[in-house]
């Protein structure tokens, strides 16, 4: 059993991944407030869209940890647990006597994920955090946008994400270390700060700086290790973009836009080298684009075994043939909305597939089902809903 006591965004995600596998997961949300998702973003009649993703394949119950009984509640519930992820500022759950030692006394093999902005310790740990601000202080940022333009931050939530998957990878590492042959048989606490995971994405930079004393500048949609490398408009107004990192597929772009002369230039042969000369690339490759239609330019691009893809906005992914192909957007039955299409699970198991079996439920929709299941009577029950703990 997963339970889920984080929220916004990175550690709900986290169990609904482990949640699209197979694991029971158990949402526990504030009683009044819920989880904010359900009030984050687009709704349709008064029902968040956003959490119908986040929120599914996932029990909900309803307790308010910071007062005794829901923490009593919440340790019962521990009892029977193998992962606890919460997000809750360093010292809150001690505050509320929650602490990982407390519930490692309830429960050895429990594993604790821990998902804050800064982590457990250090000068800002306390410090409010959003996965903005770890797009803003890993370097991110600082290398994404135009060169003469401001820093540019994504429009969605890219840091909480990647934190996510790096949560479910720490999950399962300490599930294994926990039950593998030899193992320890012993939970641990995982200790996961959302700004660090995209600090490690920034793959050589750090090294660069270290050895060389270079700042990578922002470059808009260029790389500063590969031209040609960038979007371009086509003939009927829409866009594409083209990467030639292996060398073999610039000479392919290079023959088929009608300049296989540069192939031969002593600065071609290095993607380092190319990228400084990408203005002259650009111009042929986009001078040529612009003279086709995007069906033209894709399949010219196919024939000749180069790298293209159109620019989609998601009205694109729900008709795209791959992304059809492979059920990406997936539809699901929701009590509220009907037939319901969102993202599909992350990835094929040829085993164990996965799957969304129901979307996010309202607030507290198994509070009987699980309290009752700890043991807790319909009269403990409505007398703690009556006090506001449920």
């Known amino acids: 059993m997963v339970v889920d006591a984080a929220t916004l965004f990175a550690g709900p995600l986290a169990a609904t991944i482990l949640g699209d596998y197979g694991a029971d997961v158990v949402k526990v949300e ?32 309803t307790a308010n940890m910071g007062r005794p009984e829901g923490a009593e509640l919440l340790k019962r519930l521990i009892a029977r647990a193998d992962v606890l992820i919460e997000n809750f500022r360093p010292g809150t759950l001690e505050r509320w006597g929650l602490s990982p030692e407390t519930l490692h006394e309830i429960n050895p093999r429990l594993v604790i994920a821990r998902v804050t902005g800064f982590g ?21 940022a600082a290398v994404t946008g135009e060169p003469d333009g401001p820093p540019t931050l994504p429009p969605f939530g890219l840091a909480d994400g990647i934190s996510a998957l790096t949560c479910v990878n720490a999950v399962m590492m300490a599930l294994h270390h926990r039950d593998r042959p030899g193992g320890s048989g012993r939970g641990q606490v995982i200790d996961l700060a959302i700004i660090e995971p995209l600090v490690t994405l920034l793959g050589p930079q750090p090294m660069v700086w270290d050895q060389l004393g270079r700042l990578q500048p922002r470059t808009g949609n260029r790389s500063v290790n590969n031209a040609p490398r960038n979007t371009y408009q086509t003939k009927d107004g829409r866009w594409v973009a083209i990467s030639t990192s292996a060398n073999s597929i610039a000479e392919r772009v290079m023959r ?135």
Do not use: C
Not at 37 to 52: F, N, Y
Not at 125 to 139: H, I, Y
Not at 331 to 356: A, C, K, Y
């Open 120 to 140: 457990q310790f250090g000068p800002y740990a306390k410090r409010p955090g959003f996965g903005t601000l770890a797009e803003s202080m890993s370097g991110f």
């Open 30 to 61: 504030h009683p009044d407030r819920g989880d904010p998702s359900r009030t984050h973003g687009a709704s349709k009649d008064g029902i968040g869209l956003w959490w119908k993703m986040l929120g599914r394949n996932k029990r909900t119950v």
């Open 256 to 390: 088929l836009v009608g300049h296989p002369e540069v192939i031969d230039e002593p600065w071609f042969s290095s993607g380092a080298l190319r990228a400084e000369h990408a203005d002259q690339l650009d111009e042929y490759v986009g001078g040529w684009i612009a003279r086709h239609d995007l069906s033209e330019v894709v399949a010219e691009f196919e024939k000749a075994e180069a790298a293209v893809a159109p620019i989609y906005d998601i009205r694109d992914v729900f008709e795209d043939a791959q992304y059809r192909a492979l059920d990406t957007i997936t539809t699901v039955d929701d009590d509220d909305l009907g037939p319901l299409r969102m993202q599909n699970v992350l990835f094929r198991l040829s085993e164990t597939p996965g799957s969304i079996r129901w979307t996010g439920r309202a607030r507290g929709a198994d509070n009987e089902d699980v309290w009752g299941g700890l043991g807790v009577s319909a009269d403990e029950l409505a007398a703690l809903r009556d006090k506001g703990v449920v």
